[in-house]
């Protein structure tokens, strides 16, 4: 049987057949859903964690996400029986005007990898949509992406828009043109400068361990 250390070790080497097969054999074997879950998230904040210091690459935390997403599916109904539940809500988007999603796509992976519930609304999100999002979904956390200079803009009428309606949601930014003194200039909450340190971010923000 698959060892919680080698479902570990499945995660930070992307080996979806032993992710899912060592997840299903774990839970036949009575092994706490909570359990399973801590082993599958260490791997993946391994990955993170080597992603942020260069020792591993983009292609790496995609095919660790994925053993990461297939493993999580067969957990879910075994969590969902424990009452355990995601440690906090991000709504995330790429702003209005802006079609670029490759940057946003990889930090909601990686935030899905860190037990985050994500509502990915896309590209060209209009301000009110994560608003409407973050209310529905009661998100702790929005997050705001942009490639573009030109759409800089749009993140400072998204955040304004959350900040009118009166939620509570932390709110962050990244992209590549985006630095920490633009998300001071309009009032962000966070600000990161590549996906591995947006999960750190993110959960400083959610008060996550």
Known sequence: MTTLSELTQAIKKGDRTTAVAG???QLAAGTGAQEILDALLAGMDDVGQRFKSGQAFVPEVLIAARAMKEAMVA???ALVDAGIKPKATAVIGTVQGDLHDIGKNLVAMML???NFAVVDLG???APDRFVAAAQEHQASLVLLSALLTTTMPAMKDALQA???AGLPAKVMV?????TQDYADEIGADGYSADAASAVDKARELCGIA
């Not at 990244?174 to 985006?178: E, L, M, N, S, T």
């Open 23 to 25: 997840t299903t054999e």
């Open 162 to 164: 959350v900040r009118t």
């Open 75 to 77: 957990l879910e109904p």
């Open 174 to 178: 990244g992209g590549a043109p985006v």
């Open 123 to 125: 590209t060209n999100v």
């Open 112 to 114: 899905k990898g860190a």
